[in-house]
């Protein structure tokens, strides 16, 4: 069964510097993006339910329907009451540099080029300030320490409040943070995506930087709602995922099943147990759910209400050991691409 979920979502600081947030963020990007067609009516109305149950962070990125993503939040803030809207955070990406046709070329972590996306960005969602501005992948090509202190020019501005990072490794979050102060690492954390927590997580917390984690359901693997033979739209990302193929997937789902009986033993759902486990990871950690529909949305923030002791813990631990999922998870050019993996 589904819990019901709070009316009003309790907040976590995001790190030392950061704001006050809701403890659950939506991760709009599925609403655009990705895992194929989308329904606008429903990806607004669950931008709204967030709002209406407390959910303060909207995730976004400029680069997510090369622009579609920020319109719709743009369109989701300006039908919301002013009360969600005075309450809504905003969390965006930049710096990937895409094609016409939907492919990635790399990314653009110039100076010049960050108060580029940061000007268009601004127009497209309709205000004067970003709440958390980052670059999406670290350019190999750039310093860090220049595209970080050119968001601290951002901020000195005005145009942004704080400053994130995005998949970066222990040693470039040091270097960052070395120039300005960095409110959060948004980074994959999840059950059967836990490297972060040898190097990266424990650097962050002595530097006194927040988490945001996305895929806390591995897209929808560990969700409890994909199945074997679930066919997947073209353009959806999980088609050429690693852990969504042949005898991983069967693995991974494998996995699920255990996950599932523990789940059901404390009469929660499996996406509840997942994203409750990395709420249970830390105060200083903000999972971030990608619900593109309000059952989906309702389902997550009931996992607000699922607390785990640690006979749970430990039940979870031994139904998905760490690096117990088969598969990596990112294709391997894309893989390439991450400081946090090297």
């Not at 070395?178 to 530097?207: G, M, N």
Request: net charge negative; aromatic share 4%; proline share 4%.
């Amino acid at each position: 069964m589904t819990t019901t979920p709070k009316t009003s979502v309790p907040t976590r600081p995001l790190g030392a510097t950061g704001p006050v947030v809701s403890a659950l963020g939506l991760g709009c990007m599925g609403m655009s993006a990705l895992y194929g067609e989308s329904d606008r009516a429903e990806s607004i109305a669950t931008i709204h339910a967030a709002l209406d149950a407390g959910v303060t962070l909207l995730d976004t990125g400029d680069f997510y329907g090369m622009g579609h993503n920020e319109l719709l939040i743009n369109e989701a803030l300006r039908t919301a009451s002013a009360a969600a809207r005075e309450q809504a955070l905003t969390s965006v990406k930049f710096g990937a540099l895409r094609t016409v046709e939907g492919g990635f070329t790399g990314y653009d972590g110039r100076p010049a080029a960050v108060k580029n996306f940061a000007a268009y960005s601004l127009q497209r969602l309709g205000t004067d300030h970003i709440d958390v501005y980052r670059i999406a992948r670290v350019d190999p090509d750039v310093p860090i320490e220049e595209t970080v202190g050119a968001i601290a020019e951002l901020v000195e501005a005005g145009h942004v409040r704080h400053i994130g990072l995005s998949e970066v490794g222990a040693d470039t979050l040091r270097r960052a943070a070395a120039v300005a102060p960095i409110a959060d690492l948004q980074i994959e954390y999840s059950l059967v995506s836990r490297s972060v927590e040898e190097k990266i997580l424990p650097t962050a917390r002595e530097l006194g930087i927040g988490v945001t984690a996305y895929g806390v359901l591995s897209r929808g693997l560990i969700s409890g709602h994909f199945t074997r033979d679930r066919e997947l739209a073209p353009g959806d990302f999980r088609g050429m995922s690693p852990r969504f193929q042949g005898e991983n997937l069967d693995r991974n789902l494998d996995l699920v099943d255990r996950l599932r009986a523990v789940a059901e033993a404390k009469g929660v759902t499996v996406a509840q147990t997942a994203i409750a486990w990395v709420l249970a990871q830390g105060q200083d950690i903000v999972p971030l759910v990608g619900a593109r529909r309000r059952d989906r949305l309702a389902e997550a923030l009931g996992a607000l209400d699922v607390t785990l002791d640690a006979a749970d813990l430990a039940a979870i631990e031994e139904a998905v050991p760490a690096g117990a999922a088969a598969g990596a998870r990112y294709p391997e050019a894309q893989m390439a691409h991450l400081d946090s993996e090297h």
